[in-house]
């Protein structure tokens, strides 16, 4: 069983309002069983979480960092660590500049879930397939340099696949291992896309197809405080 | 440009003094610019860095958990949260019992880019191939359920790749975006391996070519303490 990473080309630039399943469904050859992941960005101006910032002034969306936070975990000079109201860790509450025009910063959807399963039911709508959608962003992690795209949202597809008490090859029993193929498949995608390229989605063709089930990045991955070592 | 994720089947179980590099160039089609993520469980296997323990205590690999670490950071239960003498920080110090004969408990290897190091030039000696190698492990995430596969060591394929002072889509000079492509790819890789299938290896087929050069997970990836918010 391979797995391939497809990048889909040619969608054009994303304006506030665009219809993310239409031009999706237009530009990638589906397949039953795709997932398609599609970076947080394009889904941040689909839906207008844009805000204007000073183009001149490289710090003016920190004003937004602040509001988009529920929680400053750790502040080291411009980069602030918060927690969203999604439960999301992440570096300025995921308020960006990149890959959005000048004079404009991106926040995250207010529901990534909600917004992946938009683009799930449209392209479902629109071509009858099972599929997966994830919406995806980059993070940084605590303990690694260099940052990593994750699973913000999800419908379609698992977040945690829970292999307790399946055995190994050898016939013991597996202790820890619920993966989190919802990370794992937002990382592989991010490999076809590359930050510079201008590609917001891949799909991901081959997957198993028992993870293609309902599920939730806020109920599935997102760890509740009370289950955190390091807030 | 599709990169496609190949399982490696039939290889047979990994004893210690293996030559890891012959079994895998006897099982997989190789081609050039293949990356080959092994886990890290069989290079443990094949370097010998197995303990006893005893198979009626679940508990007892915990003094080797101890002896593994440099510094312990929480514990909670049975949980431990350590930090390794490579400079992971990672539940157990990396000690492990799944996949390995019942009475025995898997350390992680002494140094894991050596061990890439050694898969690679042994692969190289035998296909002429340009390849990257990555040793995979499956770690938790501080702010995240489940685990996913990192890169503990790499030859090859580079760790980080920084696309700092590129321009985005837009034209804007790209501000954080210092991607770490091997643990992506040890993500990816891990979707056609599964923890229960006991498919220790994968090849990552159709990355960039820019990315296959010379790397070290403890140079790259590590973070170190100074640079760290939350130890």
């Known amino acids: 069983m391979t797995i391939t990473l497809i990048p889909v080309h040619g969608l054009p630039e994303v304006h506030p309002g665009d219809d993310l399943a239409e031009m999706i469904a237009g530009h990638a050859a589906l397949e039953d069983g795709d997932v398609v992941v599609v970076t947080q960005k394009v889904v941040s101006k689909a839906e207008n979480r844009l805000v204007e910032v000073d183009p001149a002034d490289p710090l003016s969306h920190k004003a937004h960092v602040e509001a988009e936070a529920v929680r400053v975990l750790r502040r080291r000079g411009d980069l602030v660590m918060t927690e969203t109201r999604h439960g ?46 994830i919406v995806s962003d980059t ?61 917001p989605v891949a799909l991901v063709r081959g997957v198993e197809r028992q993870w293609l ?16 070592l390091f807030r």
């Open 88 to 133: 999301f860790v992440c570096a300025n509450a995921g308020v960006d500049l990149s890959n959005v025009a000048r004079g404009w910063a991106a926040l995250l959807p207010v529901d990534p879930d909600r917004s992946a399963r938009w683009i799930r039911d449209g392209l479902r709508a629109r071509t009858g397939l099972t599929l997966g959608v």
């Open 139 to 199: 993070f940084g992690r605590t303990w690694r340099r260099g940052v990593t795209d994750v699973a913000i949202g999800t419908a379609g597809i698992a977040g945690i696949v829970d292999l307790r008490g399946t055995t190994d090859a050898l016939g013991r029993e597996l202790a820890v291992t619920e993966v989190c193929v919802a990370d794992e498949l937002a990382a592989a995608a991010e490999l076809v896309m590359g930050k510079a390229s201008g590609i």
């Open 213 to 228: 089930r309902e599920s939730s990045v806020r109920a599935e991955i997102v760890r509740p405080p009370h289950e955190d």
